[in-house]
């Protein structure tokens, strides 16, 4: 249980580090922060939707044990 909130809390501070260098570089390239946005936003997305895949196979597996 701990190893779980100690991996949670390293993909935070990775987004930490890697956010705002993202709309930095899409700001430097664009000249608008709307793309460095959308990039973060889609990749929001694909975890939200990667998080709630699994978890329907680990809640059935849990029951059939």
């Known amino acids: 249980k701990a190893s779980g909130i100690a991996l949670i ?3 935070g501070g ?5 956010s705002p260098t993202v ?5 430097s390239v664009t000249g608008s922060i709307f793309l460095g946005f959308t990039i973060l936003g ?10 709630l895949l699994g978890i329907a196979p680990l809640q059935a ?3 059939q044990v």
């Open 42 to 51: 889609v990749v929001s997305v694909i975890g939200a939707a990667i998080v």
């Open 61 to 63: 597996k849990r029951t």
């Open 14 to 18: 990775f987004g930490q580090v890697v």
């Open 23 to 27: 709309i930095g570089w899409a700001k």
């Open 9 to 11: 809390t390293a993909f």
